[in-house]
């Protein structure tokens, strides 16, 4: 038989590796998975419950009213001017990418390394050409706009061209200024891209000041979202995708694409959603907690890990830092550890933390580095506690102990190493 070689997801595998772990009997601390530690809104679980009877097939575009409340809640948050008409929803919002991918019979895709583990397979599956754009990490570990230039000329002659763009970012946390979307819209315009603007972590940056390069080059970028991250219902598989009008033959491909594959999201979900995208008070009071825990837990792993002697992102938004180990390359060639993979798993046999290695986001296999997700400790406890307490360092070392506990002990065991 001739088949795709599709391996499982590196992220669902070092998730399972640490889950094994654990029924052992082992220590672990899961710092490889990035999943949301917080608990969706009560009102949105309630309304989930309430509608939980419905079984009904809804349209493969969407409910209508969830369709305007995402269309509103993007004109609302980002300045975007779009209509209930240019929203698709889906179950999950890598449906969504995986649809504007296969929509092009011949396309070339262009991916900025490190990047989330599945745009590049989700292109290979297709049969798409890929472009890989390395960032660096003497750039910040961002994309300028002569790289988008740089990866544009490498693409195949005649194909179209497709950049999938991520802020803020997975695996790093890294968001971008109003002045580098400007430019980097002009330079993806000038060279006539279509960006697929994966903005899933938009709601969490922690600021609250999000900004979607959508809004510089509205007519060809398509921006995914849902509420895996933000809402806390990654299980719940609710993506969402606006596809504005300039777009409408990809917005209609797309759609016939998920009629196949998917039919539609969840009715029960999708009737649920519409409470999460009301921007009740609840919503926004229980976003800001989320946020002010997150931002507190990048600092702590940022300034611990810098101070090991090793590279670490400053993240901005979401719940990642990209951790770069090859300051000290030379102490762990002398133990004979010379790849990203073998670095993890010692890491995870010598001290029980869980990373996820930068080979499986697109990193050179000798390039040193690691996502680590501050995910690991019980959110609803310290969204609560959040409630009446100053979230601060002494109050992530005390609800996020298990997240400080790992970032700690990656520190001296790089201590013990170098």
């Given at each position: 038989m001739k088949l795709h070689p599709t391996p499982e997801s590196p992220t669902l595998v070092m998730h399972d590796m640490a889950s094994l772990r654990e029924t052992s009997g082992q220590p672990v601390i899961k710092l490889g998975f990035g999943q949301s530690p917080f608990p969706p809104?009560?009102?949105?679980?309630?309304?989930?419950?309430?509608?939980?009877h419905r079984h009904d097939y809804a349209?493969?575009?969407?409910?209508?009213?969830?369709?305007?409340?995402?269309?509103?809640?993007?004109?609302?948050?980002?300045?975007?001017?779009?209509?209930?008409?240019?929203?698709?929803?889906?179950?999950?919002?890598?449906?969504?990418?995986?649809a504007a991918m296969a929509a092009f019979q011949e396309v070339s895709v262009i991916i900025p390394a490190p990047a989330w583990v599945s745009y590049a397979p989700q292109a290979k599956l297709i049969g798409h050409e890929v472009v890989s754009l390395p960032r660096m990490a003497g750039k910040g570990w961002k994309i300028l706009p002569e790289d988008i230039s740089r990866a544009a000329a490498l693409c195949g002659a005649g194909r179209e061209k497709l950049l999938v763009f991520n802020a803020p970012g997975n695996p790093d946390g890294i968001c971008y200024t109003e002045d580098e979307l400007r430019a980097l819209a002009d330079a993806a315009r000038k060279e006539d891209i279509i960006v697929i603007s994966d903005e899933i972590y938009g709601r969490l940056?922690?600021?609250?000041?999000?900004?979607?390069?959508?809004?510089?080059?509205?007519e060809k970028t398509v921006v995914t979202s849902g509420l895996s991250k933000w809402g806390g219902a990654g299980g719940w598989r609710l993506g969402t995708a606006v596809v504005p009008d300039t777009l409408t033959g990809l917005r209609a491909a797309m759609n016939g694409i998920l009629s196949e594959?998917?039919?539609?999201?969840?009715?029960?979900?999708?009737?649920?959603?519409?409470t999460a995208?009301?921007?009740?008070?609840?919503?926004?009071?229980?976003l800001a907690r989320r946020r002010a825990i997150l931002k507190e837990l990048a600092e702590y792993c940022h300034e611990t890990l810098v101070a090991a002697g090793i590279g670490c992102t400053r993240a901005e938004g979401g719940f990642y830092a990209f951790v770069d180990f090859m300051p000290l390359q030379e102490a762990f060639a002398r133990r004979g550890i010379e790849n990203s993979y073998a670095l993890c798993e010692i890491l995870l046999q010598e001290t029980g933390v869980a990373l996820l290695a930068g080979q499986a986001f697109g990193m050179a296999p000798d390039y040193l580095s690691a996502r680590l997700a501050f995910v690991d400790f019980d959110?609803?406890?310290?969204?609560?506690?959040?409630?009446?307490?100053?979230?601060?360092r002494v109050f992530v070392r005390k609800y996020c102990t298990k997240t400080c506990d790992g970032i700690a002990a990656i520190k001296t065991w790089l201590e013990n190493i170098s």
């Open positions: 809104p009560a009102a949105v679980i309630k309304a989930l419950q309430e509608n939980a349209p493969v575009a969407g409910i209508p009213a969830l369709r305007a409340a995402v269309a509103e809640h993007h004109r609302r948050h980002d300045g975007l001017n779009c209509t209930e008409k240019e929203i698709l929803i889906s179950a999950g919002s890598k449906a969504l990418l995986y940056h922690f600021e609250d000041a999000h900004i979607s390069i959508a809004r510089f080059y509205p594959i998917i039919s539609c999201a969840p009715t029960p979900i999708q009737a649920a959603a519409l995208y009301e921007d009740s008070a609840e919503m926004q009071d229980a959110g609803a406890a310290a969204l609560e506690a959040a409630k009446t307490e100053t979230v601060d």
